[in-house]
């Protein structure tokens, strides 16, 4: 038997799996699409007394598209994400981040609200967060909160989420007339990103009225590149030589480390490389 | 500490079937062991291999990463759903007579993956890199998996 032993609960309501949270806290793991937690109860690296299955909770896997964002409820697959037509016409590099995570037969699975929740800086979805300004909804017995995504991120694995919330939504906001772009690099198709970039920017005619650059698998968190949004905001983004000094600059403000999948110096390389693609995409140019 | 056993119901192959699980009881583990359907293989039991690829009401999953408590109520489909050695499916036909397969350890999880990107009308491009890109095959090379899913496509997949 690979998993150890422990208890399940299956609440079937959300006062019921709040209320299991409020009891049993620092001693539980939540279980949404378990393709994370799961390989690490049959690794034994996690042993929680309580397994706390909220796939019967009901009212959880919903698709919001409002006026100013889109809104995902935690329980929604990303295989129904990455289909949603209505999410694709109005934030398509959120679809196009959907269908980088993993391979099919694990993202028929994966939640939205486990993959951001798991906060594991080399996964896409917590680098488009940040882009897009996002913010996640933690729900208590005692009430809701939402909570920016800059504030939600602390490390690896480690968010401010208390042990007694729950995730429950997630918002990408969609208004400001901002366009985005995501790009990543991976060894295969599925794997993790060597290093990922989002993109936006906001013109006035080709001018650049505002720019929101994150990088995903670069440090311990996702992380806005803030020196290189600086540099484009006020310039003509059909001006190639503006888009390569803000992947310059990407490149110059970031501080990757070495590790066994590349050298820090590597993926500096590969984050500017994404920026200038991403930064081409939006002025119309291809790379 | 004892585990928690639990009575599930699933349909199986078409198959409505009750069994007592524990509650950590891997699914994989429960299909061989309990239900003794070792068409479906377990290879890493972490998700990357995707030996142990079954449909989960219509859609590829990982035995390996769902507890059997959790597919109470599911319908599920292992590879002993598809042909059989008098007669195989297309598919099946069609890695036979393209080589697709060696030592076969592979095979059920990407016939699985397979049947679910058919269904659900999946093209060619996508199937070969995307959905095949779910599975680790140490034999073949991938060149004759690649033939026999393109002979498919072309002979029984409506594009
Ligand atoms: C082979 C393979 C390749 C992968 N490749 C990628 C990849 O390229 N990119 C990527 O981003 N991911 C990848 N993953 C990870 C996968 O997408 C995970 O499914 C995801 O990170 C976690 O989502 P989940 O719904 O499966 O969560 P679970 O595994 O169920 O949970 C993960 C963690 O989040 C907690 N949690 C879950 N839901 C909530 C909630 N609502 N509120 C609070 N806490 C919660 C759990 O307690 C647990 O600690 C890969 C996984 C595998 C097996
Ligand atoms: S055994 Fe399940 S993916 Fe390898
Ligand atoms: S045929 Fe042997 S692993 Fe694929």
Redesign the interface.
Known sequence: ????????R?PRSLDEALGLLNEYGDDSSI?AG??SL??L???RLARPDY?I?I?KVPGLDTIEVLPGCVRVGALTRI?RLERDPKIRAVAPALSDAF?NI?????R??TTIGGNISHADPSSELPGVLAAYDGRVQLTSSSGSRWVSWSDFFVTVFTTTRESNELLTAVEFPTDQNFSYEFEEIAR???DYPLAGVCAGISLDGSQVRAARLSAIAIADRPIRMTAAESALVGVDISNAAVRQAASQAAAAEINPMDDEHGSAAFRRGLVSTLVKRTLDRLAGVPS | ????I?TIAMTVNGEQVSVDV?????LS?VLRHDLRLTGTHVGC???VC?AC?IL?DG????S????A??ADGSTIETVESLGSVSSLSALQEAFRENHGLQCGFCTSGILM?LC??ERHGEDLEETL???L??HICRCTGYQNIRAAIEAHWAKSVTQ
């Open positions: 038997m690979k998993p150890p032993v422990f208890e399940y299956d279980l378990g393709q799961i390989p109860l049959n690794l397994v299955d796939n295989r269908q993993a391979h099919p037969q694990i028929s699975r295969r198709p599925g | 500490m004892k585990s928690e639990r524990e509650v950590r009881a891997l583990d039991e972490h998700g995707g690829t989960v859609e590829s999953a990982r390996c990463l769902i507890l408590v959790q993956s679910a990107a890199g995307e959905v890109g779910g």
